[in-house]
């Protein structure tokens, strides 16, 4: 299996702060996918990115999240101000060849917001 | 977009015994085709991958079926013992738009009895 890495495994706000996670991609791997799982539920597509770039996000991104990818190494995903509703585990993946091979996950960051 | 129903939602089978998981999709432009397990706490481990050319896969004691006709994916888990509990996602992919995200099914929690 791939390996892709997430930290921190576990996260906790207050309602109104900044949050941050990160990802640690595959190597060699250009695609980085972001989602969002709520009580073990099916996983919600956020943000796309392909060679750093981010290429497709949903509306709640453009509006409350901050997400970059500033080397091929290492992508983050930030939410501004965090709402209890973001409580959630998020799930990074990465890809070769535009996404279109497997998606390997990693363990995910599991936020918690008080 | 497209759409993934997974059935069923709980399923509970004593050791040994088969489980069979299904999903349907909507899209007949989907190609790829994915099935993970999750345990407690973790994230997505990818337990097998089909692409749309394929009918029939089996692995490690795992047998994936894909009907485009129905549009339809099962997984099925021969003689399953009690370390193959955990909660299974169907996911499917296509190009749409510009990427390959994945949409999930709901999940199966799939309980196996000593």
């Known amino acids: 299996d791939a390996a892709v890495t997430q930290k921190p495994r576990y996260l906790i706000k207050m309602k109104g702060q900044e949050a941050e996670m990160k990802c640690i991609p595959e190597?060699?791997?250009?695609?980085v996918f972001w989602y969002q799982q709520k009580q073990s539920k099916e996983l919600k597509f956020l943000i796309y990115?392909?060679?750093?770039?981010?290429?497709?996000q949903i509306d709640m991104v453009k509006e409350r999240f901050s997400a970059v990818c500033p080397s091929s190494s290492l992508c983050s995903l930030g939410i501004r101000t965090c709402e209890a509703e973001d409580s959630a585990l998020y799930l990074c993946s990465s890809s070769r060849d535009w996404g279109k091979d497997t998606q390997y996950f990693g363990p995910g960051t599991r936020l918690l917001v008080l | 977009g497209e759409q993934v129903e997974q059935r069923p939602p709980h399923l509970s089978v004593p050791e040994g015994d088969s489980a069979v998981i299904i999903c349907t999709y909507t899209d007949s432009a989907t190609a790829y085709f994915y099935w993970y397990k999750q345990e407690p706490g973790a994230g997505l481990q990818l337990l097998m991958s089909?692409?749309?050319?394929?009918d029939r896969k089996e692995e490690q004691g795992l047998t994936v079926l894909l009907n485009k006709k129905d549009k339809q994916l099962s997984l099925n888990l021969t003689a399953a013992h009690p370390g193959d509990s955990a909660v299974y996602f169907c996911a499917v992919s296509a190009f749409w738009g510009s990427n390959y995200k994945l949409t999930f099914g709901k999940g199966t929690l799939l309980t196996v009895t000593p």
């Open positions: 190597k060699g791997h250009t695609a």
């Open positions: 089909v692409f749309s050319n394929v």
């Open positions: 990115f392909q060679n750093q770039q981010p290429l497709d």
